[in-house]
């Protein structure tokens, strides 16, 4: 079990608070507690607590593409990570790692948002792009791995655990009694 937080600021200008992601990171340190690690950039915050299962020496999050333009947070396991790997290698795509997380960077750089579409997974995920300035964030059809989420008027939060979301000072934790309705 992994945990992924993070947030990114919807006033593009507004930096995001290192402060903040690994105050949301700290609620999910049950979930990984072999490592952590956090990619900030301009008003996005990415956060990830590793539990180490594959490729224990150097699959540490968040991973890049080569070029750092892509990132990502993963929770979960790519079951066909083997054959995609080979496939994206036969393509000039270069890995730093044995990691089933590496793949997903360098099937997004080569497919786009289909990427999800050809991943056996039981995951939930959080994908920056940098070139575009644009977050994605997925999780496996049956939910098999948390995503929670709260848009608010300054940003769009998210965690594995809605405990992650409320260490977000955007994100009250009132309950909305037109949503109980």
Not at 18 to 38: K, S
Not at 78 to 97: A, D, I, P, W
Not at 160 to 171: F, M
Request: charged share 25%; net charge negative; with cysteine.
């Amino acid at each position: 079990m992994c945990g992924i937080a993070g947030f990114i600021n919807l006033d593009s200008d507004q930096p995001a608070d290192g402060r903040i992601v690994r105050a949301m990171n700290d609620t999910l340190a049950h979930r990984g507690p072999d490592d952590e690690g956090f990619h900030i950039e301009g008003p996005l915050a990415l956060g990830m607590r590793r539990l180490s299962i594959i490729d224990l020496s150097t699959g540490k999050q968040p991973i890049a593409n080569e070029d750092g333009t892509v990132w990502i947070v993963f929770n979960g396991e790519v079951y066909n990570y083997v054959e995609l790997r080979q496939e994206l290698e036969s393509k000039g795509h270069s890995f730093r790692t044995r990691s089933d997380t590496e793949v997903l960077v360098h099937l997004y750089e080569e497919e786009g948002d289909a990427f999800l579409t050809r991943i056996n997974a039981m995951a939930a995920l959080a994908l920056w792009d940098g070139r575009r300035r644009r977050l994605l964030l997925a999780r496996d059809r049956m939910g098999k791995k948390p995503l929670h989420y709260a848009l608010t008027k300054e940003a769009l939060v998210f965690g594995s655990e809605i405990k992650a979301l409320l260490k977000h000072p955007a994100v009250s934790g009132a309950l909305d009694p037109v949503a109980m309705a």
